[in-house]
């Protein structure tokens, strides 16, 4: 039955299987009765809606466990090449991680979010979790900062009231008017950093990939604080990272489609 405004109307039994399907992603697999569990829902509720996920390949039994199923892994494929920005973001991705050796990552906002579209892993990098579709906060890291910077303050505004300003660590900026500063900050110089507000010990840059004032999405940088907070080897990385999205503009700007 739907439910909501006739503006935001949802339908429950849509909900209650991305329910199911965002437990399984968070807990690695789940029983059936564990899923009842922990959405409050009837074993049998849980077994129909479980069935036709496995029907439609969305899902897959192992046992007694439930996982989410591999067509997932085609659905954000066509997602992931769905926009000519990211699938040019690729090459550039790889090619700064491995002259670098750091971590890099290509993230774009959807719905309040960052997600992780192409990451590479430098040589000498700190392995933390930048798997392609990860979803991050956007104030707690270097790319949402400058992605936001460049949009209007409505727009952010939106963002912050949909999401928040949640603290992952003591360094992230959760008062609204701070964010605010930072990105007032952020937009004059044309990059953002990351000083340990997402993960403990790791800083990052970030720069915005802009066509046509259009923010397409931001090219990361991240590293370890000792590597990254250096004042000498954090110039040459936000040069770095700076000189490689402009890289990226000037193809996407006269490369043909």
């Not at 700190?126 to 936001?148: C, E, F, Q, V």
Request: glycine share 8%.
């Amino acid at each position: 039955m739907a439910t909501g405004s006739s503006e935001n109307r949802t339908v429950r039994a849509t909900e209650t299987a991305f329910d199911i399907v965002e437990l399984l992603q968070e807990q690695d697999g789940a029983k059936l009765h564990e899923i009842a569990t922990e959405l409050d829902l009837a074993d049998s509720t849980v077994y129909h809606h479980l069935n036709t996920l496995i029907d439609r390949r969305y899902v897959v039994r192992e046992g007694d466990v439930y996982y989410p199923g591999l067509e997932f892994l085609q659905v954000g494929g066509r997602a992931r090449e769905r926009r000519r920005a990211y699938r040019l973001s690729e090459s550039f991705v790889q090619s700064l991680a491995e002259e670098t050796g750091e971590q890099v990552q290509f993230i774009v906002e959807e719905n309040g979010y960052g997600y992780h579209v192409y990451t590479s892993t430098g040589e000498h990098a700190t392995s933390i979790d930048t798997r392609p579709g990860k979803r991050i906060y956007l104030h707690a890291n270097a790319t949402g900062k400058t992605i936001m910077a460049f949009y209007e303050r409505e727009r952010v505004e939106e963002i912050i009231d949909s999401v928040g300003l949640p603290a992952l660590t003591e360094h992230t900026i959760t008062d609204r008017e701070e964010l605010f500063e930072e990105l007032e900050t952020v937009r004059e110089r044309g990059y953002a950093y990351n000083w340990e507000e997402h993960v403990e010990g790791y800083c990052g840059v970030g720069v915005p990939v802009r066509l046509e004032r259009e923010v397409l999405g931001a090219l990361a940088l991240g590293g370890p604080v000792e590597r990254v907070r250096n004042e000498q080897s954090r110039e040459r990385l936000t040069q770095r990272v700076r000189e490689t999205v402009n890289e990226l503009e000037l193809e996407l700007k006269f490369d043909t489609p």
